[in-house]
């Protein structure tokens, strides 16, 4: 049984370009969230989806940041013309329908240039 | 609001001693998680504490959960290199099922 799955584990974009970062739950979640980290920094929340809808999306930025967690295929974090402060590391969970620990996958290291 | 401290921030160990971080809420929590994330790791779930009181082992872990719910445990009982890492309390604040995360602590251990 496969984790979570995220790909790239590393990206480089320059300033003003877009970042798609994917993530595949494991098999028989139906939840999944995103959170970022900086360096010597704790996990922030973003966004949580369910298939095809967004459940909270609290921890999000209005402008450039975008989540879809489509009926078939993979969660996407889409972040458009990004910017330095984007760098970060950004992690993607999933969990069961029951209220349990999350699996985390190895997450996404974006750096920008 | 509710406030929930992690402490301490950093906490350096010779190998084989005992290695102790808190989790202090000034409202009750409905449960609490504790995770692991080793150097350029991702988190991993270590336990699940629900009930008030709650005390539960793995090897040389103990994590417990007070009376009132507003404070918790994990303790290490003679650290290892291995056990190296930070270590976060998270839990779920309402119905909502994302968790909100601590800060961590950081426990380096000196062999």
């Known amino acids: 049984n496969a984790g979570v799955m995220q790909n790239p584990r590393h990206l480089v974009r320059r300033r003003g370009q877009e970042a798609r970062l994917r993530c595949s739950p494991m098999?028989?979640?139906?939840?999944v969230y995103w959170y970022r980290q900086l360096p010597e920094e704790g996990l922030k929340f973003m966004v949580y989806?369910?298939?095809?809808?967004?459940?909270?999306e609290s921890g999000m930025p209005k402008e450039r940041f975008s989540a879809e967690f489509p009926k078939e295929g993979p969660s996407i974090l889409r972040i458009q013309q990004v910017v330095r402060g984007d760098s970060a590391a950004y992690f993607c969970?999933?969990?069961?329908?029951?209220?349990?620990?999350?699996?985390f996958g190895s997450g996404t290291r974006l750096t920008i240039v | 609001g509710q406030q929930v401290m992690q402490i301490p921030q950093y906490q350096h160990v010779q190998e084989g001693e005992d290695f102790t971080t808190y989790c202090n809420s000034s409202t009750t929590l409905s449960n609490i998680q504790w995770y692991k994330q080793r150097p350029g790791g991702h988190p991993v779930f270590l336990i699940q504490?629900?009930?008030s009181g709650e005390v539960k082992k793995q090897k040389r872990l103990t994590f417990q959960f007070g009376e009132a719910k507003k404070n918790s445990s994990l303790h290490i009982t003679a650290t290892q290199t291995t056990d190296v890492g930070t270590y976060f309390c998270?839990?779920?604040?309402?119905?909502?099922?994302?968790?909100?995360w601590g800060l961590g602590t950081s426990l380096a251990v000196n062999p």
């Open positions: 989806l369910q298939k095809e809808n967004i459940i909270d």
């Open positions: 998270a839990w779920r604040a309402g119905n909502n099922r994302k968790l909100i």
């Open positions: 504490l629900v009930k």
């Open positions: 098999k028989g979640h139906s939840h």
């Open positions: 969970a999933s969990s069961p329908p029951s209220t349990y620990g999350y699996t």
